[in-house]
């Protein structure tokens, strides 16, 4: 079965540059989640998709940060305009359709500089 | 914010010693699960503990689920060299699919 994908891997940007991160679930998976994760702290809940509505965005920054979910598989998070506290790694995970007992599958993750 | 906290913040130990890490939670949940991260990867599942739940054995994984303290703890028995990492607990809502990371524990396992 295949993971998570993320891509880029790694992105530099220069401040006030936009910015985009795409992410491809599971397969059937409906609970779509991204998590930015500054070095040395855990993940943060940005966004949580329920298939392709809105679940949860109260961290997500939304003066610059805006994601969506396409036809409630694919998904983007863009950030414009970057500031360099969003220097962080961006992760996707995903989650199988239905209950809450059910375990998160990560991404790699993007890693994010903004110098 | 964060949900939970992990307590210690690091920890060291020899190969072959058990290694013990705590999490406290603030809100009620459906579950508490814990992953594993190695640098520079992604997180990977290690365990989900019920609400109604109060131990669970994977392998060399023990954790149990206090609800009436709010608190979890993660043990891991005769640790390796590859248990090297950092260890999250997440939290489910209770009546959402949300999950909440704690800021982790490093472990550190010397051979």
């Known amino acids: 079965e295949a993971g998570v994908a993320q891509s880029p891997r790694y992105k530099i940007i220069e401040k006030r540059q936009s910015v985009a991160f795409w992410c491809n679930p599971i397969?059937?998976?409906?609970?779509l989640y991204w998590y930015q994760q500054i070095l040395g702290q855990g993940p943060k809940l940005l966004i949580q998709?329920?298939?392709?509505?809105?679940?949860?965005d109260s961290q997500l920054p939304k003066d610059r940060f805006s994601a969506e979910r396409l036809k409630g598989v694919d998904s983007t998070l863009k950030i414009q305009p970057a500031k360099l506290e969003d220097s962080a790694v961006y992760l996707c995970?995903?989650?199988?359709?239905?209950?809450?007992?059910?375990?998160?599958?990560f991404g790699q993750g993007t890693r994010l500089t903004v110098v | 914010s964060q949900q939970g906290e992990e307590d210690p913040q690091a920890l060291s130990i020899q190969e072959g010693e058990n290694a013990t890490m705590n999490c406290s939670y603030k809100?009620?949940?459906?579950?508490l699960q814990w992953y594993r991260q190695n640098s520079g990867r992604g997180l990977v599942h290690l365990i989900l503990?019920?609400?109604?739940?109060r131990e669970k054995h994977s392998g060399r994984l023990r954790v149990t689920l206090d609800t009436s303290k709010k608190s979890s703890s993660l043990l891991i028995t005769a640790s390796r060299a590859a248990d090297t990492a950092s260890y999250f607990c997440?939290?489910?809502?209770?009546?959402?699919?949300?999950?909440?990371f704690g800021a982790g524990t490093t472990v550190t396992v010397r051979a």
């Open positions: 809100t009620s949940i459906n579950n």
């Open positions: 397969s059937g998976h409906a609970t």
């Open positions: 995970a995903s989650s199988p359709t239905g209950g809450v007992n059910t375990e998160a599958f």
């Open positions: 503990i019920r609400s109604n739940e």
């Open positions: 997440a939290t489910g809502g209770s009546n959402d699919y949300k999950l909440s």
């Open positions: 998709f329920q298939n392709n509505g809105v679940v949860d």
